[in-house]
T-cell receptor
């Protein structure tokens, strides 16, 4: 099993450009998440999807949109990139079944630079 | 509002010395806390959770509700413990986590 995969690994954008970060998991997990990691800020939740067909805002959703394409895939879109969106983006998934906490499994990250 | 505070950005210790990574939280409900670790060039992964009350790689963490703390401890640091450590609090539905800002642990020889 590959676990959680993300593409691309690296990306450089110019201000105003758009792009979509892709995430897929092969663990049959219900819940998926997008985080950004910035120095001194830790990981902050951008959006999450508790189950297929649902998405909800996290702590820092402005400037982003998401799509839960199916149970496996959860994409993050930047419609008009800004330098403040320069960050490392992590996707994660968890079983999300009822009753207790399900460990989150993380992807390798996408390093995005916006010039 | 929920919050996780890790006061140290960097903690440097010598091999064999005790380690304590601090974590304090603010949460109105019943807290569930975790430690995640990110080794160099590896993915972020769960280290331990307070409910399990287990020791992983020699690390333990006890939830102290009176002090609202969940400090991570290890009696004798090893070189392979060098990593970024994040404390996290389960908040709301959907298994959402609120992470602290992280502490970089550096174990020197």
């Amino acid at each position: 099993n590959a676990g959680v995969t993300q593409t691309p690994k690296f990306q450089v954008l110019k201000t105003g450009q758009s792009m979509t970060l892709q995430c897929a998991q092969d663990m049959n997990h219900n819940s998926m998440y997008w985080y950004r990691q910035d120095p001194g800020m830790g990981l902050r939740l951008i959006y999450y999807s508790a189950s297929e067909g649902t998405t909800d805002k996290g702590e820092v959703p402005n400037g982003y949109n998401v799509s839960r394409l199916n149970k496996r895939e959860f994409s993050l879109r930047l419609e008009s990139a800004a330098p403040s969106q320069t960050s490392v983006y992590f996707c994660a998934s968890s079983g999300g079944t009822s009753g207790g906490y399900n460990e989150q499994f993380f992807g390798p990250g996408t390093r995005l630079t916006v010039l | 509002a929920q919050r996780v505070t890790q006061p140290e950005k960097l903690l440097s210790v010598f091999k064999g010395a005790p380690v304590e990574l601090k974590c304090n939280y603010s949460y109105s409900g019943s807290p569930e806390l975790f430690w995640y670790v990110q080794y160099s060039r590896q993915r972020l992964q769960l280290l331990l959770r307070h409910i399990s009350r287990e020791s992983i790689k020699g690390f333990t963490a006890d939830l102290n509700k009176g002090e609202t703390s969940f400090h991570l401890k290890k009696p004798f640091a090893q070189e392979e413990d060098s990593a970024m450590y994040y404390c996290a609090l389960l908040t709301g539905g959907g298994n959402k986590l609120t992470f602290g800002t992280g502490t970089q642990l550096k174990v020197e020889l």
